[in-house]
Structure formats: structure tokens, C-alpha cells
């Protein structure tokens, strides 16, 4: 196989058998293709587009690039979720402990945040002593101990999918639904899972802003789930906002703890039953919806949940005293109010403003191996379409300083839109993808 032919050939509108897909994929991983050769492929591959055949041959080749999770001798279902990433996501952290509390096993994959978008490793190791680089050996034990395992993408799985998306993420070629799809389902079906939900982000905070791109995303992966068994089902959701009203590492696994407790947010709560929902119907679990949103009421309202995030942090080498009390998680030095700086509606809390000012306060990456503070951040109680008064309380800045301090104030300035009028916000869930198609979901 010679790289520059199949450049060549993709470049020019043709397309690559399975078998080339393969032995491209596992050539570069073994550093037999240059990096620059592979830039040349990827945007070639990122303008033509890619056929569903070479996308599940993409796939195919990731996936066995590295080893998988061998976990049908658990004896349950297992289910992920996965998002394709915002602002003030903690979803993971509520979700996974609640459906794990109910019986299924949740071996949950998950990344750091990179640009705007926060990641669940890092608002995980903001508790004390998490240890997130689980091997999958310790992994498998410990689904088989207390049915859920949050863990990093270790050496071990799907490393041509490593190689490739640091390469994507420095030649702009990351923005391809067919990329995007092969590579999230290559790190999904090494978990060897019996369902997974998606969470498709859409609006201004997105990584895919428009509605179409996040559909033909949702149905991509629906395809590659279903060429391997396992069924996948999409909720497109908002991020034209943060959820919830936490921004920042710990004070995101704060606000989920309070949300463990039937104490959060009315819409991250709202979003987790979604998920939940349709995590505990593709476990077959359930007999209903309305069967799996009251398993998942009474798992929170009876203590269920929160106690089974407590096991899952001892497990992880974290302080499980975080539960009882949140101060536990590092604090930031100051803290102050941001202030309506006029009457009116709240017209826009804008989300990638919100994200890059995290960034701006230390709490973000630009690059990965960026350190983080987990205690900066922001909680804003505004939310679009609200009536504030000048001078009423719309946010807390986190920071270390008061430099960073100010630095919050101008990102809040920026980003929380105060008008005479406000146009309604997104619907929370608005698409539900499976395999039976595209449905509007009404009144979320
Ligand atoms: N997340 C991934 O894991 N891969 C992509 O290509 C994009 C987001």
C-alpha cells in the first residue's frame, strides 16, 4: 500500500475498499505513514466526505486497533451515554451512578475538556484522590463490584482513534460527521456495551451548531451501532446556554451531588431523566418510560443514588466525604456577585463566551496537556427569558485573585445578553433518533 495512491484517490472523489481502510489506519498508528502524509488524507477525507461503507470501515479499523472490554460474563446489560460535549454538562456524573444504583452496568468512557467545553475526567479529579486512569482489568473488576466504572480512554483502547483525533484537532479536520462518528463509535464499541445513548448537543454552545449536522451525526452512529449490535439511540438537546447553573470543575460536581439529592437544577435534572429514560428502555429493564422516570425519582428521593456515587468515588481512590459535604472540593480563593447591569430580559447566556471564560480564569484547557484549577468557575442563576431588575444578582464569579476576578466580570459582561425582548430558547430535548427514525419530542 502506498500512502501518496490512496491521498490521491481520495482527494480526487474516490473512495478506499475495507482493506485499505485498514491497513492505512494501522500503518500510521505504527508510524509507518508520516503525519504529514496522513494531514494530506484526513483533510482530503474531511472535503470528499466518506460512504457509509468506508465509514464503518474507519470504525472497524480504530476498534481493533487496540483491545476491548470483555464484559457479557457480567451478566447484565451495559449501557453508556455519551455527549458530544457543552457547557455546565455534568449529566455524566448524576447519570451514571443513578443507573448503575438500578441494576445496569454503566462502563462510562469519558474525556478531558478541550476549547469551550468541559470534560468529566477533569470534574471528576477535582474530588480528592479520584483516580480516573483505570486499567481495563481494574475496570471490568470494578463494573463487576459496583456496576460503574468513570474512566479516561486508556493505551489500551482504540489507539489509531488517539493518533488520529490529536492530528485532526491540529489540521482543523475535526468537523467531519463521518470523522466524528467513526471515532466515537471506535471508543464506544470497546466497551463491549449491549446499548448506548447519545446526547447531540445543538445550538450556538455546540460543537455542531446546526440542526441537519447533528441528525446526520445522531444517524451515523445509529448505522455503526447497529453493524455491531448495539443499538443507539439520540436526544438532541440544547446548548444554546449552559445547563444547569454551575460552570467550572468542582463546582460542577457540587451542583451534581446536590442534583444526586433531588436538590439540582430543574433542567439538569429534567435532561438526566431523559437519559435515563431511554438508557434503562435499550437495557430492557424497564417496561415503560414512565416505569423507568419513577425506578430513577425513587433512586434519588430515597438516598440510592447519591450512596451508589459514594461507592463509585471509594472505589476511585476519591474522599467519599464529598457526598456529605461538598467543601471538601477545592475552593476558590475569592468569590463575588455579577450584577444586572440594566433592567430587562435576559436575551442570551452564551455559552462558548461562558466556556472561554473559564479558560480565561484557568479552569479550561486550550491544549491537552494544559493544567486546570478546579476550584474557578461561575454559577449563573440567569436564565434567557427572565425579567431582571438593574443591579439584581445574575451570577457568582469563582477565581483565584482578584484579577480573576475582573476577568469573570468582562467574560459575564460578554456573554449574559440583557434586551427589552428575548426570543424563547431552544426546547431542552427536541429530536429523538433510533433506528425507527427522526421524532419530535413534545414539551421538554
Ligand atoms: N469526540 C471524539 O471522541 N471524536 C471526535 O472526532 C469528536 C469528538
Not at 113 to 129: M, V
Not at 395 to 415: H, M, N, P, S, Y
Not at 429 to 443: K, T
Amino acid at each position: 500500500m502506498l500512502a501518496q495512491r490512496l491521498i490521491e484517490r481520495k482527494r480526487d472523489g474516490g473512495r478506499l475498499e475495507p482493506g485499505e481502510w485498514r491497513a492505512l489506519t494501522l500503518a500510521y498508528t505504527a508510524g509507518h505513514v508520516p503525519d504529514y502524509q496522513m494531514a494530506a488524507f484526513l483533510m482530503a477525507c474531511f472535503i470528499r466526505g466518506l460512504d457509509r461503507e468506508e465509514t464503518a470501515a474507519l470504525t472497524e479499523a480504530m476498534l481493533g486497533s487496540g483491545d476491548r472490554l470483555t464484559l457479557a460474563d457480567l451478566g447484565v446489560p451495559r449501557v453508556d451515554k455519551h455527549s458530544t460535549g457543552g457547557v455546565g454538562d455534568k449529566v455524566s456524573l448524576v447519570l451514571a451512578p443513578l443507573i448503575a444504583s438500578l441494576g445496569v452496568a454503566v462502563p462510562m468512557m469519558s474525556g478531558r475538556g478541550l476549547g469551550h467545553t468541559g470534560g468529566t475526567l477533569d470534574k471528576l479529579e477535582s474530588i480528592p484522590g479520584f483516580r480516573t486512569s483505570l486499567t481495563l482489568t481494574e475496570a471490568k473488576g470494578q463494573l463487576s463490584a459496583i456496576g460503574c466504572a468513570l474512566i479516561g480512554q486508556t493505551t489500551e483502547i482504540a489507539p489509531a482513534d488517539r493518533k488520529l483525533y490529536a492530528l485532526r484537532d491540529a489540521t482543523s479536520t475535526v468537523e467531519s460527521i463521518p470523522l466524528i462518528a467513526s471515532s466515537i463509535m471506535s471508543k464506544k464499541l470497546a466497551e463491549d456495551l449491549t446499548g448506548l445513548v447519545v446526547d447531540i448537543k445543538r445550538g450556538s454552545g455546540s460543537f455542531l451548531p446546526q440542526l441537519e449536522r447533528d441528525l446526520e451525526l445522531a444517524e451515523s452512529m445509529i448505522r455503526l451501532g447497529a453493524d455491531h449490535g448495539c443499538p443507539v439511540v439520540a436526544l438532541v438537546t440544547a446548548m444554546d446556554r449552559p445547563l444547569g447553573r454551575a460552570c467550572g470543575n468542582a463546582l460542577e460536581v457540587e451542583e451534581a451531588i446536590h442534583t444526586l439529592k433531588g436538590e439540582g437544577p430543574p433542567d439538569l435534572l429534567e435532561l438526566t431523566y431523559a437519559l435515563g429514560v431511554e438508557m434503562l428502555l435499550i437495557a430492557g429493564i424497564v417496561e415503560s418510560a414512565d416505569d423507568a422516570r419513577r425506578r430513577m425519582e425513587k433512586a434519588i428521593g430515597t438516598g440510592k443514588a447519591a450512596e451508589h456515587f459514594q461507592k463509585i468515588i471509594e472505589a476511585q481512590g476519591g474522599n467519599p466525604g464529598v457526598v456529605d459535604d461538598p467543601a471538601v472540593l477545592p475552593q476558590a480563593d475569592e468569590c463575588e456577585l455579577f450584577n444586572a447591569p440594566r433592567r430587562g430580559f435576559v436575551a442570551r447566556v452564551e455559552p462558548r463566551t461562558v466556556g472561554r471564560g473559564i479558560i480565561a480564569l484557568g479552569g479550561g484547557r486550550m491544549k491537552l496537556d494544559d493544567r486546570v484549577d478546579p476550584s474557578v468557575g461561575f454559577v449563573i442563576t440567569a436564565r434567557p427569558g427572565d425579567w431582571v431588575e438593574q443591579g439584581e444578582p445574575l451570577a457568582t464569579i469563582f477565581a483565584r485573585d482578584r484579577t480573576g476576578v475582573e476577568t469573570g466580570r468582562q467574560a459575564l459582561r460578554q456573554a449574559v445578553v440583557i434586551s427589552d425582548e428575548a426570543d424563547p430558547p431552544l426546547p431542552l430535548v427536541s429530536h429523538r433518533v433510533s433506528n425507527a427514525g427522526v421524532e419530535l419530542v413534545p414539551g421538554l
